[in-house]
Structures are given as C-alpha cells and as structure tokens.
C-alpha cells in the first residue's frame, strides 16, 4: 500500500512541477513598487493599479484554496494515523488532496499568465530575466 501511495505521489509531482516551476518565473509579492522595477519596466500609474487588483483576486483565491489543501491533508493523516488502514478511502483522500493541490497550483499560474498579458512579452521576459539585479 504504502509503495502504490508513493508512486502515485511521485507521478503527481512529475505532472505538477511545470505549473510550479512557472509560477516560481514571477518574483513573489508586490515587486512592482520597487522603485527600480518600475523604472526598469516603465510601469505606468494604471499598469500599477491593474497588478494591485491582480494580486487582491489572486490573494483573496489563494488564501482560501491554501486552506483547502491543509483541510485535506488533514484528513488523509488522520486516515493514515489509524490503527486500521482502508486503502480506499486513503486512495481517495489522496485524490481530494491532489485535486485541492492542483486547484491552487493553477490558480498561481493564473496570476503569472495575469502578469504577462499585463506587461506584454518583452516587459514579462524582462522581469524574469532581471529581477534579481534589480533586488
């Protein structure tokens, strides 16, 4: 049981990994009021505006997408904690917990793919390009 639970894990990290590698492309909180990003990038006052209420949306989402991975997690713990293991419902426990993984990996990219309609191609490859110079 345990060895068909780690295969499934590892199949699962495998299909997920480019969805969180392309989350991982976009600097992590609100990078666009550094002074020089915005200068480097040419943001303009409505661009500013526009990745505030991106990342309000996206944050509001995330929260609670987050805790729906932790409630589920939760779960399968307490599935595995007991004495007597249903492979089932272990199974299935695992399943749910994937499905709320994935929903809040996607949303993650959701916000990248917001970012780069946002700044357009040249401007989004610039900033993962150059992000940690301008630090």
Known sequence: MVRNISSVILLIIYLIAPVIAAGQD????KWWYNPKIQKNLDLSKKEVAKLDQLFANSRRKLIKLKSEVENEQFELDQLLG????????????????????????N????????????????????????????Q
Do not use: C, H, M, T
């Open 26 to 29: 976009v600097p992590a909180g």
């Open 82 to 105: 007991q004495k007597k293991v249903n492979d089932a419902k272990v199974k299935k426990q695992f399943q749910k917990l994937e499905k709320a993984r994935n929903k809040l990996a």
């Open 107 to 134: 949303e993650r990219l959701q916000f990248v793919i917001g970012v780069r309609n946002l700044l357009g191609p040249d401007r989004f490859q610039q900033l993962k390009s150059n992000y940690k110079n301008w």
